[in-house]
């Protein structure tokens, strides 16, 4: 940034005088930040100091945090007496929307998002750049924004550096931060990023790239059963209602007429019949051979993985419940047998032991098959497919 951008910065926020404020960041190296800092927490000076044409004296240099950064509750920050003391005024100026984000996990957002049919809005912050915190006081922190998010959103803002926020840009390949981000709640897949925040920034700006983003998708229904098609599980073991829920999610679905505004996870953009390998879901093989070992139900003994699969296979993703007790070799089996209902041709060719899991965050390839999930370091983890020459 040029000094003279910076320096009309600087006179912005604190409403310094020119001359001073010049004086001021040659002081502090022209690190707008800092000198915010120190200006709003030393004394201000006097107005014969301000009128002195020669330099100032530097003020001392202080080093602090504009903001707090939002922890994940999963990493508790230990009380010290020793903690730096928070200048209130700048705190209040650039403090994170706390009473606007959902305080959970990604999972837990987009769960809460799908039940009230409303899309995920993600940022992830970099509280090294300036641009973050001002996303904070010019977007985030308007009231009429924050009511015009809670009426289609589920906002979650994470530090890039925190324990969630690593978790994200690892899974969806995030290079540059701040980032703003619009994401399915029901397929996981990212609508529509930001990574140019001016755009954002800007009069009116904001409204204008959420509106067109919405007006261009239609309001969620939920999936309509008739009776009959409810009343088609009853007396079913939970094996065989799985079985008859995958021949079913197969199955084109019908147009009643309803809008949906969060695209199925087995459709294309336009609505047709999805295809993987290039071949139509209806004309893969038959799922009736396929044993399939239930899904057990969600509690404190089970734990959700979320499995991408490689590019051969379209590239899908899902989620699905194991029990913690459960081996990594269960899991392999689960992958390799689902491999044969993405695309019976290409499973047909692969052993389930060139098959391997490895860990998006940190990248590591889970070897040894016979230890159970928890042991494995995999409890709710996020996993990639990975398919060894054979």
């Not at 047909?348 to 032991?353: L, V």
Request: charged fraction near 30%; charge should be positive; aromatic fraction near 8%.
């Amino acid at each position: 940034m040029a000094s003279a951008a910076k320096l009309q910065q600087f006179i912005s926020i604190t409403g310094a005088p020119e001359g001073f404020a010049q004086s001021f960041l040659a002081s502090n190296g022209w690190d707008v930040g800092r000198s915010v800092e120190a200006f709003l927490s030393n004394q201000q000076p006097t107005a014969g100091q301000r009128q002195m044409d020669d330099v100032p004296l530097p003020q001392q240099q202080v080093t602090e945090r504009l903001i707090q950064p939002v922890r994940s509750r999963r990493r508790k920050r230990k009380a010290s007496s020793k903690a730096p003391r928070w200048d209130n005024k700048l705190a209040a100026i650039f403090k994170p929307p706390s009473d606007l984000t959902f305080d959970g996990t990604f999972e837990e957002t987009a769960d809460e998002a799908a039940a009230r049919s409303f899309w995920i809005l993600v940022n992830l912050q970099d509280e090294g750049e300036f641009i973050s915190h001002r996303l904070n006081r010019d977007v985030w922190g308007k009231d009429n924004i924050k009511d015009f998010v809670r009426s289609s959103f589920v906002f979650w803002q994470q530090d890039k550096d925190s324990e969630y926020g690593k978790w994200f840009r690892s899974f969806y390949d995030v290079k540059v931060c701040p980032f703003v981000a619009i994401v399915n709640p029901r397929s996981r897949r990212v609508e529509k990023q930001w990574e140019d925040m001016e755009v954002l920034l800007r009069s009116g700006g904001f409204f204008q790239q959420m509106t067109t983003f919405l007006e261009d998708k239609k309001v969620v229904r939920p999936v309509k059963r008739s009776k009959a098609e409810l009343s088609a599980f009853d007396g079913l073991s939970e094996e065989d209602a799985l079985k008859r829920a995958i021949q079913e999610s197969l199955k084109p679905q019908e147009d009643d007429g309803s809008d949906s505004k969060f695209p199925d996870s087995h459709s294309s953009s336009n609505g047709s019949t999805a295809t993987v390998s290039g071949k139509p879901r209806s004309q893969m093989g038959d799922v009736k051979k396929i044993e399939i070992a239930p899904e057990p139900p969600s509690g404190p003994l089970s734990t959700t993985l979320q499995i991408r699969f490689p590019s051969q296979f379209g590239g899908k993703q899902l989620r699905r419940r194991f029990r913690r007790t459960a081996a990594v070799d269960d899991v392999l089996e689960f992958v390799w047998k689902h491999m044969h209902v993405l695309d019976h041709t290409s499973s047909g060719k692969i052993s389930k032991e060139h098959v391997r899991i490895r860990t998006t965050f940190p990248r590591r390839l889970v070897s040894d098959v016979k230890l159970n999930l928890s042991d494995a370091k995999l409890l709710n983890a996020a996993v990639v497919v990975e398919i060894e020459d054979g």
